[in-house]
């Protein structure tokens, strides 16, 4: 663990002159497709704070996309982990297996909703599960099609890009894409015609129907959905819609795929984002705040669907690494133990006390939404006309960033600002970045810049 100071300390700009010495470097080496939110090179991470080279100490709103929710160096998993690179680093599961993987995936059964019988996969990524769930649901069904979502986010291969519903940047020039994915509406209640009441019903109807008339049910495999659509806006389904579309699946044999990836492991309040409305998915997608930093994915769900793959179907050479593995243990004891789904409660009880107070002040603020420490605010021109306001977004973004605030921003119209803080983050630090946040609206609203 590094401890690092839990203050806010900003003594160059932001970036700083060291920062900005890597980054020539990195423009000189690094592929220019790989971006970076903000180019300030980092030293240390622990708890809510972020050193970087200079000597800056900056708050944490992002925890490396909802990743280190535990922290970004968790005693338990550095612990755990170190340990475990001390014994031996690698074996590939699939020649000589270890006991690290199998403690994963018991977790992974007791954690996950539902008490039928469970079984694991486990992977490097988050596209790396999504693209396994598809192989097993339709192995399972022997049906082709998968059904995803406006708004919705899955990856960045080639199946994963076919899922995820945003072009730019993920898509753009990178097709043609995998065939037989299907794009239906989701209950985005914020922007629904009708308004938030009707979306859950409306947004049901209207994708069942299009299942049933230009796919046919008894071709789809797999419908894949994020509880909380995360790059797409945090989009929490109208009330209503994940149900109506779980029953649609259970009734036509089709197997029901959440993508708890970014919602998962206490991000929500829950262990994962479907609690909230007691559903059951057939197949769960983990990753991101599995493992405390460290890269592990996995696809969880009932025993005889996990089973319809054939021996040597599954796998890859890295996949559940028991470095990895390590940490995951250490950082579900970390969540156990430190009650940190009681933490994003009181994180989501901060925040959108203090937003909703910046909302009636700052009538930019369009909608407050999310769960947990899964929180954002999407901007917009006018709220009568709830045109998107981007520019809002990135001014909003850039001025948190020279205060020392790390926020990143999402949406399909780029107008969401996101905040997805460590879960062990102090109270002090996080009311003092919702302080930058105010100030930074303050700002934008004097300059009239937008
Ligand atoms: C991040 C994310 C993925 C992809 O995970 P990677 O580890 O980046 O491959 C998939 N689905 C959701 C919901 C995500 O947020």
């Not at 209640?189 to 049901?204: K, L, Q, S």
């Not at 008894?218 to 419908?223: C, K, L, R, Y």
């Not at 960033?401 to 790390?406: I, K, P, V, W, Y």
Request: charged share 20%; net charge negative.
């Amino acid at each position: 663990m590094s401890s690092v100071p839990q203050e806010r300390r900003i003594v160059t700009a932001i970036p700083g002159p060291k920062s900005q010495e890597l980054q020539a470097r990195r423009v000189n080496t690094v592929a220019g497709g790989v971006g970076s939110v903000l180019p300030v090179f980092t030293t240390r991470v622990d708890g809510g704070i972020i050193e970087d080279v200079d000597g800056n100490r900056l708050i944490d709103f992002g925890s490396g996309i909802a990743v280190t929710s535990v922290g970004g160096s968790a005693e338990a998993v550095v612990r755990r982990a170190s340990a475990q690179l001390e014994d031996f680093t690698h074996t590939c599961f699939m020649v000589t297996p270890y006991e690290g993987y199998i403690e994963v995936c018991e977790q992974l059964a007791e954690l996950t909703p539902g008490d039928h019988a469970k079984k694991s996969a486990l992977f490097n990524s988050g596209a790396e599960a999504v693209e396994n769930a598809v192989k097993i649901a339709r192995a399972y069904t022997k049906r082709p099609a998968v059904v995803v979502f406006d708004h919705g986010y899955h990856g960045r291969t080639n199946l994963t890009m076919a899922l995820t519903a945003k072009n730019m940047p993920y898509k753009q020039g990178f097709g043609p894409f995998a065939p037989e994915v299907h794009r239906v509406p989701v209950a985005y209640g914020y922007r629904w015609p009708t308004g938030a009441e009707n979306a859950g019903a409306e947004a049901a109807k209207a994708a069942m129907e299009q299942i049933t008339k230009q796919i046919g049910a008894e071709n789809v495999a797999a419908i894949i959905i994020e509880p909380v659509l995360g790059e797409g806006g945090f989009i929490e389904p109208a009330k209503g819609f994940l149900p109506a579309m779980v029953k649609f699946a259970n009734d036509n044999g089709i197997v029901f795929v959440a993508d708890e990836i970014q919602s998962g492991f206490c991000r929500t309040g829950q262990w994962f984002a479907c609690e909230d409305e007691g559903i059951v998915p057939d197949l769960i997608t983990t990753a991101k705040g599995i493992a405390g930093g460290l890269p592990l994915a996995a696809v969880t769900g009932r025993a005889e669907i996990m089973d319809a793959a054939h021996a040597g179907g599954l796998g890859g050479t890295y996949g559940g690494n028991p470095v990895a593995c390590a940490g995951a243990i250490g950082a579900i004891e970390t969540m156990k133990e430190q009650d940190l789904n009681g933490k994003a409660k009181r994180i989501e009880e901060v925040m959108k006390g203090r937003l909703s107070k910046m909302q009636e002040k700052f009538g930019i603020i369009g909608d407050i939404r999310g769960r947990g420490a899964m929180i954002a605010i999407e901007l917009v021109k006018d709220p009568a006309t709830k045109e998107p306001n981007p520019e809002a977004a990135t001014a909003l973004a850039k001025a948190c960033h020279a205060e020392g605030l790390l926020v990143l921003t999402c949406g399909t119209y780029g107008n969401v600002l996101r905040f997805l803080p460590p879960l062990v983050i102090g109270e002090d630090l996080l009311n003092e970045g919702l302080d930058i946040i105010e100030g930074g609206l303050a700002i934008l609203e004097a300059n009239e810049t937008v």
